[in-house]
């Protein structure tokens, strides 16, 4: 009932730059925490970014400085602005947002996107 469909993903040289985007849709209420985490092979998924519907935001270190996540609520879109990518920023990135949804206002839960490759490479 609850879709989110990323797009942004792409082969980049070290250096350059990419936008992810997150689109959510369906039977939603509120939008609460949206995040970006990633998984590069052979590792376990790692958070990257989240943001708060109060617009606070948190980083990892890795990526502090070079990322920025932000959200359109009228969208219902999270976005990550990646610059001075590194070969290490190589994974399969993933979103995820916390929803209420109109039929159950009363509790939250968590969905997920079906990823996107993002490959930093010369």
């Known amino acids: 009932q609850v879709q989110l469909v990323e797009s942004g993903g792409d082969l980049v040289q070290p250096g350059g730059s990419l936008r992810l985007s997150c689109a959510a849709s369906?039977?939603?209420?509120?939008?609460?925490?949206m995040a970006w985490y990633r998984q590069a092979p052979g590792k376990s998924r790692e958070l990257v970014a989240d943001?708060?519907?109060?617009?606070?935001?948190n980083y990892a270190p890795s990526v502090k400085g070079r990322f920025t996540i932000s959200r359109d609520n009228a969208k219902k879109t999270v976005y990550l602005d990646m610059t001075s990518l590194k070969p290490e920023d190589t994974a399969v990135y993933y979103c995820?947002?916390?929803?209420?949804?109109?039929?159950?206002?009363?509790?939250?839960?968590?969905?997920w996107g079906q990823g996107t490759q993002v490959t930093v490479s010369s």
């Open positions: 369906g039977s939603i209420f509120t939008l609460r925490t």
């Open positions: 995820k947002m916390t929803i209420v949804q109109r039929y159950d206002i009363h509790s939250a839960n968590d969905y």
């Open positions: 943001i708060t519907m109060d617009y606070i935001r």
